[in-house]
């Protein structure tokens, strides 16, 4: 049986940037409160005119030119978002269009912040089944159109960006190790956009009651990331034999400062074994994990023949862990 591997990462974030202190002017915050609670400094905010496609584009084209192949050589996109330019057609019609990948199959795949290990995971046994050779896993989040600005609870906590991963054929060993991933919809009510979907549908009551942004209960969240964090990476090591030593990397999604320190802790990792970047995006929900990745490149920090662990708990609730042997 063949292997699967990443081969190529791209990323976009737009230029505008959103500080604590612009925040302040918000609502009552302050940026010693969300640094404390959160850990999050800035974010980037795309301008009115560019939706999530247009940054899940950018990012396509920017692992389409490290790896050196046109859009057409791509099989399939998956596009994972919770904030798509429309409900239907699929944003990754859009992008499949733009991008040229003509012949393409592709969808979008709706698990928040644990969308882009489920995409890398999918794509990863498309590959290993022999059914593709190139499979392109996009996460992108225009999250600053689903905030409710006046909402303190919500609007220090997100922003918008985009990074995709490329995922070919490899030899038996390489690339992929494995994954666990679950959901729990008993936790469904703790974090979720309430209108606009087939429940709730858009009207003036629902656009008044400021139905159509991101509600939380913020404690039940935490108290259920923390906890799932660290077990999902305790598991999937146990399952493979491994030891958290035996990680070079943990690349976890970027929600809160609190929930990585606490599950690098338990698991027993050293802070040089654990990439942070949320005190510069925040939590970009999809993007999280291929912006960390690229952080962690560009740093140095991240090199051929490295163990990464990556781990998400998102809105679902979504859990999801994966081992990958980095391979470029
Ligand atoms: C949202 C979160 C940062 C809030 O932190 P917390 O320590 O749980 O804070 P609480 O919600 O209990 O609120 C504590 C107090 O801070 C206040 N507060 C909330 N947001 C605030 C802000 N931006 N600035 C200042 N005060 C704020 C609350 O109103 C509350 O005040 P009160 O005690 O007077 O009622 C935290 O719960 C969290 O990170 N949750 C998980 C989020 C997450 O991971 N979501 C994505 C999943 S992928």
């Not at 990012?59 to 596009?79: F, K, N, V, Y």
């Not at 890398?120 to 290993?128: E, F, K, Q, S």
Request: aromatic content about 8%.
């Amino acid at each position: 049986m063949r292997g699967a591997k990443i081969t190529a990462l791209g990323c976009y974030v737009p230029p505008r940037v959103l500080t604590n202190q612009d925040l302040e002017k918000l609502v009552d915050t302050s940026d010693e409160w969300i640094m404390q609670r959160v850990g999050i400094r800035e974010r980037h905010i795309a301008p009115p005119e560019m939706a999530t496609s247009d940054m899940a584009v950018l990012a396509a084209c920017a692992t389409l030119a490290q790896r050196g192949i046109p859009g057409s050589d791509i099989e399939a996109i998956l596009l994972c978002t919770v904030t798509p330019d429309m409900m239907f057609p699929s944003t990754a019609c859009l992008v499949q269009n733009r991008i040229g990948a003509k012949g393409a199959w592709g969808f979008d795949l709706v698990a928040a912040c644990s969308g882009f290990l489920y995409g890398l995971t999918t794509a990863a046994h498309l590959v290993i089944a022999g059914a593709h050779k190139n499979v392109l896993v996009i996460g992108a989040d225009t999250m600053s159109r689903i905030i409710d600005y006046t909402d303190r609870s919500t609007c220090v906590l997100f922003g918008d960006g985009a990074g995709a991963m490329l995922v070919e054929p490899a030899e038996p060993g390489e690339g992929f190790l494995g994954f666990l991933n679950e959901i729990d919809g008993a936790g469904g009510n703790f974090l979720k956009m309430p209108a606009g979907g087939s429940r709730l549908p858009a009207s003036a009551e629902t656009v008044a009651n400021h139905q159509h942004f991101v509600k939380q209960e913020g404690q039940q969240v935490f108290k259920y990331a923390v906890t799932k964090m660290y077990e999902i990476c305790r598991d999937l090591l146990y399952r493979h034999d491994l030891t958290p030593h035996d990680i070079k990397l943990f690349i976890p999604h970027q929600a809160n400062l609190r929930v990585i320190t606490a599950a690098a802790q338990r698991l027993g990792l050293r802070d040089d074994q654990v990439i942070i970047n949320i005190d510069r995006y925040g939590n970009t929900t999809a993007a999280t994990i291929p912006l960390a990745a690229r952080d962690a490149l560009e740093g140095g920090r991240l090199k051929k023949g490295d163990m990464v662990l990556f781990a998400a708990v998102g809105a679902g609730f979504t859990v999801g862990a994966n081992l990958w042997k980095w391979e470029y």
